[in-house]
């Protein structure tokens, strides 16, 4: 079974569309978080969520908006896309007692 | 914030050498973690570190705390361990700060 998985792998769309990749995990962790790795391969955080609550909020324009229905879920709304916002994003999660953190596949976003 | 600095950037090395990736950070953690990228992308948490050292298979990790450093290390290198290693810090509400990554080449 996937432990952290993320939909969908792949998407390609145009400027100014607005798109959602969901995040699950099944590992029973209260934590979660979504990370972007730009062109050069450099991974930043961008938002942790612990229990629902939002924990961590980076420096991100306000076009991106996490949601977390329940502690297994953290999804990623992006409104207005812009060019910029190409790169792979990485949803991971983890708890206390854990060790590291559980990353999801990627969702390679292209934005055209 | 923190800055993380690894070293070499790109290291490419002969089946069976000893390997090491250094990691550097400016501030003072409670964990430091070690990543694997692999060419396909995924990543692999392989080690959460607070404290001395751990070993898991041909993989080795320390962290001194003091210097504010840490090595990775692989012993009998072998080229599916060709990858990205990335080192990320917990600086509690800060979240993971990661370094630029070590692109590693072991060649057969």
């Known amino acids: 079974d996937t432990a952290v998985s993320q939909t969908p792998k792949y998407l390609v769309t145009q400027m100014g569309n607005d798109k959602s990749i969901k995040c699950e995990q099944n590992l029973g962790h209260d934590t979660m978080y979504w990370y972007k790795q730009d062109s050069k391969k450099f991974l930043k955080i961008m938002f942790s969520y612990n229990n629902k609550e939002l924990i961590i909020n980076e420096t991100v324009p306000n076009r991106f908006s996490p949601k977390s229905p329940d502690k297994a879920h953290l999804n990623l709304h992006i409104n207005s896309l812009e060019l910029g916002d190409s790169a792979v994003y990485f949803c991971?999660?983890?708890?206390?007692?854990?060790?590291?953190?559980?990353f999801g596949p990627g969702t390679r976003l292209t934005v055209t | 914030k923190n800055e993380v600095e690894q070293s070499p950037q790109n290291l490419t090395a002969q089946e069976g050498e000893f390997i090491t990736i250094n990691c550097s950070y400016s501030?003072?953690?409670?964990?430091l973690h070690w990543l694997q990228q692999h060419p396909g992308g995924g990543i692999v948490s392989l080690f959460m570190l607070s404290s001395g050292k751990k070993k898991h298979g041909r993989l080795i990790a320390t962290i001194n705390i003091q210097e504010k450093h840490s090595s990775l290390h692989i012993t009998a290198s072998h080229p599916r361990d060709s990858a990205v290693y990335i080192c990320?810090?917990?600086?509690?509400?800060?979240?993971?700060?990661f370094g630029k990554g070590t692109h590693l080449i072991i060649q057969p």
């Open positions: 990320a810090v917990w600086g509690g509400a800060d979240g993971l700060t």
């Open positions: 991971a999660s983890t708890t206390q007692g854990a060790v590291g953190q559980y």
């Open positions: 501030v003072g953690i409670s964990a």
